[in-house]
């Protein structure tokens, strides 16, 4: 079964601290994203990268950065953690391609909480 | 830009009822259509896709979903609703460029099933 694998479920990190969120697929997928999911909000695209080392801001890019080093692991980087950033964060991956584009596949989600 | 349009925030159904959930868009060529589904702390689940052919296209766990070009549109249905049916669901067009492929999602609706 393909899979995207985020590395936590949950994380409680506190105001100032750089947060490493992990992401990993195994379907060879070249596309990866970013997202932040917040109540009546609907999903967010923060950051997605089309290639190894390639990375494109999405519309809330603020505040993270994003680390693709190999193409199976997609890092989004919380510089300087602050309250506002406290969400559900979903990496999701999919093929390049018309003929191959069957939309994403998800991440469980990790929920963030800055205090 | 594409966007997608959730017109209901949360509906309420009750069991064995029928539903339908509603999604508008906005793109100029053919449209790639999905609906997702997500259950509480979850990552997102495809339901079902759309991208040619017939028009009426058919999903897991029982759902469908309806493409409409003249008025825009691509809701889903399900003819029998179950408690485990309970979930927020999201509709997303993909925006499709040179190498690579993103989807704009809708603010979701939360499905609420009575007994």
């Known amino acids: 079964d393909v899979k995207v694998t985020q590395s936590s479920r949950y994380l409680v990190k506190r105001t100032g601290e750089k947060v490493f969120l992990e992401c990993v697929q195994d379907?060879?997928?070249?596309?990866m994203f970013w997202y932040r999911q917040d109540p009546g909000l609907g999903l967010r695209l923060i950051y997605f990268s089309y290639d190894v080392k390639m990375k494109e801001k999405g519309d809330i890019p603020e505040g993270y950065s994003v680390s693709r080093e190999k193409k199976e692991r997609f890092s989004l980087i919380l510089e300087s953690a602050s309250t506002n950033q406290t969400s559900m964060y979903l990496c999701a991956s999919s093929s390049t391609g018309r003929a191959s584009f069957y939309g994403y596949t998800f991440g469980s989600g990790t929920r963030l909480t800055v205090v | 830009a594409q966007s997608v349009t959730q017109p209901d925030i949360h509906i309420t159904v009750s069991e064995g009822a029928s539903l339908e959930l509603r999604c508008n868009y906005s793109?100029?060529?053919?449209?790639?259509l999905f609906w997702y589904v997500q259950s509480p702390g979850q990552g997102l689940q495809l339901l079902l896709k759309?991208?040619?052919?017939?028009?009426l296209v058919q999903g897991i766990k029982g759902f469908e979903a309806e493409f409409k070009r003249s008025q825009s549109s691509f809701n889903l249905r399900k003819p029998s609703v179950h408690w485990s049916d309970a979930a927020e669901y999201f509709c997303?067009?993909?925006?499709?460029?040179?190498?690579?492929?993103?989807?704009?999602f809708g603010t979701g609706t939360r499905l609420l099933v009575s007994p």
């Open positions: 997303a067009v993909g925006e499709l460029n040179t190498g690579f492929q993103k989807l704009v």
């Open positions: 793109y100029g060529a053919t449209p790639y």
């Open positions: 379907m060879d997928h070249e596309n």
């Open positions: 759309y991208f040619s052919g017939d028009t």
